[in-house]
């Protein structure tokens, strides 16, 4: 994906978002200049992979194949290990008509997925059998807190307000119908490195074309810009 076009995602995100009055924490806004002078006080935003992230899942088509995030909160995988600190993540997402996030499920993290706003949210099931592929039998998953039974591969509806709670090994792909939805993820820690399995291998994380400056950064560009330790050299 070009920088540039990144760029206006980001500006455009931010505009849908103000629409429904949702509002970003304060590092949603931190430019990159902002980033380079950021000390280890900023480091649980990148350890836990807080922030901007925009994928095309290496399809290089994003309007069809795509999903644009910002990850509010995260725990690291470490914690289920000591049972401590975050063990819990919240994302907001924009997902575009027809845009779909490929069919994949989840080995650790559940994840309630929430029509926040916009448009329609549609969301396919499919059990997963033992060794990972979709299995026929009926999908029973609960809506809001009611027990609801689809058909495999059936396809959900949410209108705003509406959520789905997703459990582990359960197969899903989403998409937006009618107009752009602003959609919420609560979920256990999120562990993008481990934690997808998708039924047709993907690419996660875009190549980068740079061919503007970066508006904000990716949660792959802290790298480049954060350096808590780095020496300043006085020139
Ligand atoms: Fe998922």
Same mark, same amino acid.
């Given at each position: 994906?070009?920088?540039?076009?990144?760029?206006?995602?980001?500006?455009?995100?931010? !505009?849908?978002?103000?629409?429904?009055?949702?509002?970003?924490?304060?590092?949603?806004?931190?430019?990159?200049?902002?980033?380079?002078?950021? !000390?280890?006080?900023?480091?649980?935003?990148?350890?836990?992979?807080?922030?901007?992230?925009?994928?095309?899942?290496?399809?290089?088509?994003?309007?069809?194949?795509?999903?644009?995030?910002?990850?509010?909160?995260?725990?690291?995988?470490?914690?289920?290990?000591?049972?401590?600190?975050?063990?819990?993540?919240?994302?907001?997402?924009?997902?575009?008509?027809?845009?779909?996030?490929?069919?994949?499920?989840?080995?650790?993290?559940? +994840?309630?997925?929430?029509?926040?706003?916009?448009?329609?949210?549609?969301?396919?099931?499919?059990?997963?059998?033992?060794?990972?592929?979709?299995?026929?039998?009926?999908?029973?998953?609960?809506?809001?807190?009611?027990?609801?039974?689809?058909?495999?591969? +059936?396809?959900?509806?949410?209108?705003? !307000?509406?959520?789905?709670?997703?459990?582990?090994?359960?197969?899903?792909?989403?998409?937006?119908?009618?107009?752009?939805?602003?959609?919420?993820?609560?979920?256990?820690?999120?562990?993008?490195?481990? /934690?997808?399995?998708?039924?047709?291998?993907? !690419?996660?994380?875009?190549?980068?074309?740079?061919?503007?400056?970066?508006?904000?950064?990716?949660?792959?560009?802290?790298?480049?810009?954060?350096?808590? /330790?780095?020496?300043?050299?006085?020139?």
């Amino acid at each position: 994906m070009k920088r540039s076009e990144i760029n206006r995602l980001i500006e455009d995100a931010l !505009g849908f978002m103000g629409n429904h009055q949702f509002c970003l924490p304060p590092f949603a806004h931190w430019s990159p200049e902002t980033w380079r002078k950021k !000390g280890p006080e900023a480091q649980e935003i990148v350890e836990t992979n807080l922030g901007w992230d925009i994928t095309d899942f290496g399809s290089g088509d994003y309007e069809h194949i795509g999903l644009f995030l910002f990850t509010m909160r995260n725990g690291h995988p470490s914690n289920w290990s000591t049972m401590s600190g975050k063990l819990y993540a919240e994302k907001i997402m924009v997902v575009g008509v027809g845009q779909v996030t490929p069919m994949h499920f989840h080995w650790q993290k559940s +994840e309630d997925i929430i029509n926040r706003g916009g448009g329609k949210l549609m969301i396919q099931l499919y059990n997963a059998t033992a060794d990972e592929d979709l299995d026929d039998s009926p999908v029973i998953v609960s809506v809001d807190g009611v027990l609801r039974t689809v058909a495999a591969g +059936e396809v959900l509806a949410l209108s705003p !307000g509406e959520s789905v709670t997703l459990p582990t090994r359960l197969y899903h792909k989403f998409w937006g119908a009618e107009s752009r939805v602003l959609v919420g993820e609560v979920s256990m820690v999120n562990d993008d490195a481990r /934690d997808n399995r998708f039924y047709d291998p993907v !690419g996660r994380f875009p190549e980068i074309e740079e061919d503007a400056s970066p508006f904000r950064l990716l949660v792959t560009d802290y790298q480049d810009f954060y350096q808590p /330790d780095a020496e300043v050299v006085d020139g």
